[in-house]
């Protein structure tokens, strides 16, 4: 079973305008959270983590929010930039076990 | 410079084949792991590894194997049992099996079977 989702496969955007990207899970046991950013043929490298104990966290032009009683995290861009085009993986741990990963949302900004 | 290596960056096998992908690690992390990638499915996990000498399986681990004889090194091998080889193929490790240190990936390796 898919634990992790993203269901949107990819996300066309304008320079400067917001991207959100969204993950949803179902394993109430997640307690960490982490978006990951994946340009071809490299690995992916970390962006940004949030605990299970807090709704937001911000890093410079991105933001995760987590809604823990929907099971739904997302990660805003503000603003976004030409290259920032790449696929982007959530991933969840349950209690510091091994990440489980999405199937990954790929991100286009348009200049 | 810290960091995972893998190597090579293509591989091209024939059917039948077995065929290792090396994965080092300097960063003097304990836990390492293999994922492949496909499109569509994201990141799933072949094998896993939280000490040396000891591995255990992940989600997709029929026709593969791994070993850990040395914390640095992590190999794969691809054996003639695995139905579709072709893919990306990702290493990453972490300081302890823990996922709030996250994980450090290396660049993969793209196998094929011609």
């Known amino acids: 079973d898919q634990q992790v989702k993203q269901n949107s496969p990819s996300l066309s955007v304008q320079e400067g305008r917001i991207s959100i990207l969204n993950c949803d899970y179902t394993?109430?046991?997640?307690?960490?959270f982490l978006w990951y950013k994946k340009y071809p043929a490299e690995g992916p490298t970390f962006l940004i983590s949030?605990?299970?104990?807090?709704d937001k966290n911000e890093d410079g032009r991105f933001t995760v929010f987590l809604n823990k009683s929907a099971k739904h995290l997302s990660l805003h861009i503000v603003p976004s930039q030409p290259g920032d085009s790449a696929v982007y993986f959530c991933?969840?741990?349950?209690?510091?076990?091994?990440?489980?990963f999405g199937e990954g949302t790929q991100l286009t900004v348009n200049p | 410079d810290g960091g995972i290596t893998q190597s090579p960056k293509y591989l091209f096998r024939k059917e039948g084949q077995n065929v290792t992908l090396s994965c080092e690690q300097n960063?003097?992390?304990?836990?390492m792991y293999w994922y492949r990638q496909d499109p569509g499915q994201g990141l799933r996990l072949i094998y896993y590894?939280?000490?040396?000498?000891?591995?255990q399986k992940g989600d997709i681990a029929e026709g593969y194997s791994v070993s850990r004889e040395k914390k640095e090194s992590f190999p794969l091998t691809v054996t003639s049992a695995q139905k579709n080889p072709t893919a990306f193929y990702l290493c990453?490790?972490?300081?302890?099996?823990?996922?709030?240190?996250?994980?450090?990936f290396g660049s993969g390796t793209r196998l094929t079977v011609v």
């Open positions: 960063l003097n992390h304990d836990a």
């Open positions: 590894s939280q000490i040396v000498n000891d591995f």
């Open positions: 394993n109430s046991m997640f307690d960490y």
């Open positions: 990453a490790s972490s300081i302890i099996p823990g996922a709030s240190y996250g994980y450090t």
């Open positions: 991933a969840a741990s349950d209690r510091g076990s091994r990440l489980t």
């Open positions: 949030i605990s299970s104990i807090k």
